[in-house]
C-alpha cells in the first residue's frame, strides 16, 4: 500500500487527534497512525464487568463553552454538547484532619481561600493575580516568542518575565506565603505534576491553576473514550484517515517531502510530519534522515522524565456519597515531596477519584468505580507482587474515607510505569514528558528548533508541556504552523 497525504501525524494522542482535526478541517489530507489498538494514548478510559474507568486523566481543562480546546473541537464541526461535565470543585485534599474543597473558578477558589486563611488573604491575592497573568502570557505566546527572544515585547515586571526561569518555591516565596498549611494547600496539585515546589517549574504550576482558574475543570459524561471517538469520527468525516494499531517504523525524507513505513504493512507519502509523541525516540530510532544540529538532541536524551504513577482500578459495589470525586491525601503537614509513592510509612500521601460521585453513568446502579493514584518515579519497576501490596495499602488507607470499601470490591486491576509506557511509549511511563523543571521550556524550545524541515513536535513532550489541555493546544498550534498561519489567540 502506498497512501499519499498531505500531513501524517505519528501518534493519536489528543495532541495528535487535535492536530489531525485542524488540518483535516482545513482542507488537507490528513493520516493519524497510532501504535496501540486504542486511540488517545493517556486520555483513554477501560470497561471491566459494566465499570468504565479513565485511565489515568482525572480532570481536563478548556471544555466549558467557550474554552479553547472546546472552541478548537467546534471549529472541526465536533459538537462537545451532551459530552462535556462542568465540576465546580476541581480536587479537594485532607491535609491531617482538614478538608479542603477547592473551586475550579479563580475567584471562588480565592474566595474560599481567604475565609480559610484570613490573615494570608494579601498572599493568596498577590499569588493568584500573579499566576492567572502568567498562565495568560504563556498561553497566548509560542515558545519560540516566549523563550528565544527573551520574551520579547512583554514587560520586565510581568510575572512571566520574572517567573520565566523559577522553581514555584520561588515564586511562593516571593508572594509571601507563611503558613505551612496555606503552603501544602497551594502545593496539592503538584501531586500531579511529579514533584515537589522546589523543583518543578513556576509556569507549569501556572499552567495547571491558571488553566483550571480560568477555564474550569471538566469531566467526559461516560468516559473520555467518548471524547476520542468523537473526534476520530470527526477527522474521518472529513476525509481523514485514522488507524490504531499501526507503529510508525521509519520516517524518510525523499524528493522534498517524507516516506513512512508503518508496521503492520504501511507506506505513506507526505509532504509534511507532525511527530505527536516522544521526540527523542522518534529522532533516534525512527528519522531516517540527518541528525538535527547543535546539542539539543543530546540534552534531551539525559534530561529526567517526569514521574510516572502507581494506579489502582476498584470496582466497588455501594456508593460513597460523602466522598469528594477528586481528592488528594496529605497526612503530613510539612510535606510537598511527591516524588515517590508513600502508600506506604507512616505519612501516607496519594491521590483518590471517586467519579461516580459526579458520573453515576460508569458503574452499574448503586455501585462505584475508585481509582487510587499515587507518585512513583518514571521507570521504577514494579512487579506484581508489588503492586498486590500497595493496593492492599491502598485499601487500608482508604477505609477512612470511603468506609467498608474493602469489604465490598468486586473487580480490581492495577498499573504501574510499565504498563503507561507499553500503551504509550512514553519511556519509563512519563506522566508529562520531560521533568516540569525550569529548564524543560528552553529544552522543548532547542528542541523543537532542531527538527527536520517539514517536520513539527507536539504533545506533552514539546510546547508548553504537561497535561491535556496543553497538549492538545501544542497540537493545534503545530497544526496551524504546518498550515503556514499563527495559532490564533487562546
Ligand atoms: C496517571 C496520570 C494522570 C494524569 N492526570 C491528568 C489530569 O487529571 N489532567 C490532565 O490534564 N492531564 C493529566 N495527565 C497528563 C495527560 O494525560 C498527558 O499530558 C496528555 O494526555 C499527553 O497527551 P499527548 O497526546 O501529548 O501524549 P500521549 O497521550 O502519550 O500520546 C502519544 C501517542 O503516540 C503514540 N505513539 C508513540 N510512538 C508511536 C509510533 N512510533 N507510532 C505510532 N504511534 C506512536 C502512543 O501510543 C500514544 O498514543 C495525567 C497523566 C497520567 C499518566
Same mark, same amino acid.
Given at each position: 500500500?502506498?497512501?499519499?497525504?498531505?500531513?501524517?501525524?505519528?501518534?493519536?494522542?489528543?495532541? /495528535?487527534?487535535?492536530?489531525?482535526?485542524?488540518?483535516?478541517?482545513?482542507?488537507?489530507?490528513?493520516?493519524?497512525?497510532?501504535?496501540?489498538?486504542?486511540?488517545?494514548?493517556?486520555?483513554?478510559?477501560?470497561?471491566?464487568?459494566?465499570?468504565?474507568?479513565?485511565?489515568?486523566?482525572?480532570?481536563?481543562?478548556?471544555?466549558?463553552?467557550?474554552?479553547?480546546?472546546?472552541?478548537?473541537?467546534?471549529?472541526?464541526?465536533?459538537?462537545?454538547?451532551?459530552?462535556?461535565?462542568?465540576?465546580?470543585?476541581?480536587?479537594?485534599?485532607?491535609?491531617? !484532619?482538614?478538608?479542603?474543597?477547592?473551586?475550579?473558578? /479563580?475567584?471562588?477558589?480565592?474566595?474560599?481561600?481567604?475565609?480559610?486563611?484570613?490573615?494570608?488573604?494579601?498572599?493568596?491575592?498577590?499569588?493568584?493575580?500573579?499566576?492567572?497573568?502568567?498562565?495568560?502570557?504563556?498561553?497566548?505566546?509560542?515558545?519560540?516568542?516566549?523563550?528565544?527572544?527573551?520574551?520579547?515585547?512583554?514587560?520586565?515586571?510581568?510575572?512571566? *518575565?520574572?517567573?520565566?526561569?523559577?522553581?514555584?518555591?520561588?515564586?511562593?516565596?516571593?508572594?509571601?506565603?507563611?503558613?505551612?498549611?496555606?503552603?501544602?494547600?497551594?502545593?496539592?496539585?503538584?501531586?500531579?505534576? /511529579?514533584?515537589?515546589?522546589?523543583?518543578?517549574?513556576? &509556569?507549569?504550576?501556572?499552567?495547571?491553576?491558571?488553566?483550571?482558574?480560568?477555564?474550569?475543570?471538566?469531566?467526559?459524561?461516560?468516559?473520555?473514550?467518548?471524547?476520542?471517538?468523537?473526534?476520530?469520527?470527526?477527522?474521518?468525516?472529513?476525509?481523514?484517515?485514522?488507524?490504531?494499531?499501526? &507503529?510508525?517504523?521509519?520516517?524518510?525524507?525523499?524528493?522534498?517531502?517524507?516516506?513512512?513505513?508503518?508496521?503492520?504493512?504501511?507506506? #505513506?507519502?507526505?509532504?509534511?510530519?507532525?511527530?505527536?509523541?516522544?521526540?527523542?525516540?522518534?529522532?533516534?530510532?525512527?528519522?531516517?534522515?540527518?541528525?538535527?544540529?547543535?546539542?539539543?538532541?543530546?540534552?534531551?536524551?539525559?534530561?529526567?522524565?517526569?514521574?510516572?504513577?502507581?494506579?489502582?482500578?476498584?470496582?466497588?459495589?455501594?456508593?460513597?456519597?460523602?466522598?469528594?470525586?477528586?481528592?488528594?491525601?496529605?497526612?503530613?503537614?510539612?510535606?510537598?515531596?511527591?516524588?515517590?509513592?508513600?502508600?506506604?510509612?507512616?505519612?501516607?500521601? #496519594?491521590?483518590?477519584? &471517586?467519579?461516580?460521585?459526579?458520573?453515576?453513568?460508569?458503574?452499574?446502579?448503586?455501585?462505584?468505580?475508585?481509582? *487510587?493514584?499515587?507518585? &512513583?518515579?518514571?521507570?521504577?519497576?514494579?512487579?506484581?507482587?508489588?503492586?498486590?501490596?500497595?493496593?492492599?495499602?491502598?485499601?487500608?488507607?482508604?477505609?477512612?474515607?470511603?468506609?467498608?470499601?474493602?469489604?465490598?470490591?468486586?473487580?480490581? !486491576?492495577?498499573? /504501574?510505569?510499565?504498563?503507561?509506557?507499553?500503551?504509550?511509549?512514553?519511556?519509563?511511563?512519563?506522566?508529562?514528558?520531560?521533568?516540569?523543571?525550569?529548564?524543560?521550556?528552553?529544552?522543548?524550545?532547542?528542541?523543537?528548533?532542531?527538527?527536520?524541515?517539514?517536520?513539527?513536535?507536539?504533545?506533552?513532550?514539546?510546547?508548553?508541556?504537561?497535561?491535556?489541555?496543553?497538549?492538545?493546544?501544542?497540537?493545534?498550534?503545530?497544526?496551524?504552523?504546518?498550515?503556514?498561519?499563527?495559532?490564533?489567540?487562546?
Amino acid at each position: 500500500m502506498r497512501d499519499e497525504v498531505d500531513a501524517v501525524v505519528v501518534g493519536g494522542g489528543i495532541a /495528535g487527534l487535535t492536530a489531525a482535526l485542524t488540518l483535516a478541517s482545513a482542507g488537507r489530507r490528513v493520516a493519524v497512525l497510532e501504535q496501540d489498538r486504542q486511540l488517545g494514548g493517556y486520555v483513554t478510559s477501560f470497561r471491566r464487568r459494566g465499570y468504565t474507568f479513565d485511565s489515568v486523566v482525572d480532570g481536563i481543562s478548556g471544555l466549558a463553552p467557550g474554552g479553547p480546546l472546546r472552541r478548537i473541537l467546534e471549529y472541526g464541526g465536533l459538537d462537545a454538547e451532551g459530552l462535556v461535565l462542568d465540576l465546580p470543585v476541581a480536587r479537594s485534599g485532607y491535609f491531617g !484532619e482538614e478538608r479542603l474543597d477547592f473551586p475550579a473558578e /479563580g475567584s471562588a477558589w480565592r474566595a474560599y481561600l481567604e475565609r480559610r486563611f484570613p490573615g494570608e488573604a494579601a498572599s493568596i491575592g498577590r499569588l493568584l493575580d500573579a499566576i492567572l497573568s502568567c498562565f495568560e502570557v504563556a498561553s497566548r505566546g509560542t515558545l519560540a516568542a516566549l523563550w528565544g527572544d527573551g520574551a520579547a515585547g512583554i514587560p520586565r515586571g510581568d510575572p512571566f *518575565v520574572r517567573w520565566r526561569d523559577r522553581t514555584y518555591a520561588e515564586v511562593l516565596e516571593e508572594a509571601g506565603v507563611r503558613d505551612p498549611r496555606l503552603r501544602l494547600a497551594l502545593c496539592e496539585r503538584l501531586m500531579f505534576l /511529579g514533584g515537589g515546589p522546589d523543583r518543578i517549574s513556576a &509556569v507549569s504550576v501556572a499552567n495547571l491553576l491558571g488553566s483550571t482558574w480560568r477555564f474550569g475543570c471538566q469531566r467526559i459524561r461516560g468516559g473520555l473514550y467518548r471524547l476520542v471517538n468523537s473526534l476520530v469520527a470527526a477527522i474521518r468525516e472529513k476525509g481523514g484517515t485514522v488507524k490504531a494499531g499501526h &507503529v510508525v517504523e521509519e520516517v524518510a525524507p525523499e524528493g522534498g517531502g517524507f516516506v513512512l513505513e508503518a508496521s503492520p504493512g504501511g507506506r #505513506f507519502r507526505a509532504a509534511q510530519v507532525l511527530v505527536a509523541c516522544d521526540p527523542v525516540a522518534f529522532l533516534d530510532r525512527v528519522w531516517q534522515g540527518p541528525h538535527p544540529e547543535g546539542d539539543a538532541l543530546d540534552r534531551a536524551r539525559a534530561f529526567p522524565r517526569s514521574g510516572s504513577f502507581f494506579l489502582a482500578y476498584l470496582g466497588v459495589r455501594g456508593r460513597f456519597p460523602e466522598a469528594p470525586a477528586s481528592f488528594g491525601v496529605f497526612s503530613d503537614p510539612e510535606g510537598t515531596d511527591f516524588e515517590d509513592s508513600r502508600l506506604e510509612g507512616d505519612a501516607p500521601t #496519594f491521590g483518590v477519584g &471517586v467519579a461516580t460521585n459526579v458520573d453515576p453513568s460508569l458503574a452499574p446502579e448503586g455501585c462505584s468505580t475508585v481509582v *487510587v493514584h499515587a507518585f &512513583v518515579p518514571a521507570g521504577r519497576t514494579l512487579a506484581e507482587g508489588e503492586r498486590k501490596r500497595l493496593l492492599e495499602r491502598a485499601l487500608v488507607r482508604l477505609e477512612r474515607f470511603l468506609p467498608g470499601v474493602a469489604g465490598r470490591v468486586e473487580w480490581s !486491576e492495577t498499573a /504501574g510505569p510499565a504498563t503507561l509506557e507499553r500503551y504509550t511509549r512514553n519511556p519509563g511511563g512519563a506522566a508529562y514528558g520531560f521533568s516540569q523543571t525550569p529548564e524543560r521550556f528552553r529544552l522543548a524550545h532547542d528542541l523543537a528548533a532542531s527538527a527536520p524541515s517539514g517536520i513539527r513536535f507536539a504533545g506533552h513532550w514539546t510546547g508548553f508541556g504537561g497535561g491535556v489541555l496543553a497538549a492538545a493546544l501544542s497540537g493545534y498550534a503545530a497544526a496551524r504552523d504546518l498550515l503556514g498561519v499563527p495559532a490564533a489567540a487562546r
